[in-house]
């Protein structure tokens, strides 16, 4: 299974995107689903995570600004994200999450990241 995420854009500083995250068939990774970004230049990092029990992580980054949500009926994973800033800009991915621990913050948890969505935030 590839991921596909989009609703990524150019916006400017102070607003508003919500991305998706979706596939054909099973989209819901068995232990959750995360969001990842890359800003050029530099590594993925953690931006949050849904797990198992629906409980709901963040990077404190983005704490406060952003939500991440599940919709089982539709297969589809969300990210709000409120108040922009020109750092938020980067490629967003949403990924599986493949096992039963509390390392949502780990990139090697997850799989299945497809191409990401570029989202920018103007200043």
């Known amino acids: 299974v590839q991921l596909q995420a989009s609703g990524g854009g150019l916006v400017q500083a102070g607003g508003s995107l919500k991305l998706s995250c979706g596939a054909s068939?099973?989209?819901?990774?068995?232990?959750?689903m995360g969001w990842f970004r890359q800003a050029p230049g530099k590594e993925r990092e953690f931006v949050a995570a849904?797990?198992?029990?629906?409980?709901?992580y963040y990077a404190d980054s983005v704490k406060g600004r952003f939500t991440i949500s599940r919709d089982n009926a539709k297969n589809t994973v969300y990210l709000q994200m409120n108040s922009l800033k020109p750092e938020d800009t980067g490629i967003y991915y949403c990924?599986?999450?493949?096992?039963?621990?509390?390392?949502?913050?780990?990139?090697?948890?997850?799989?299945?990241w497809g191409q990401g969505t570029q989202v920018t935030v103007s200043s």
């Open positions: 849904i797990i198992w029990n629906d409980n709901t």
């Open positions: 990924g599986r999450k493949l096992y039963y621990n509390l390392s949502y913050y780990d990139q090697r948890q997850y799989d299945s």
């Open positions: 068939g099973r989209t819901f990774g068995p232990y959750g």
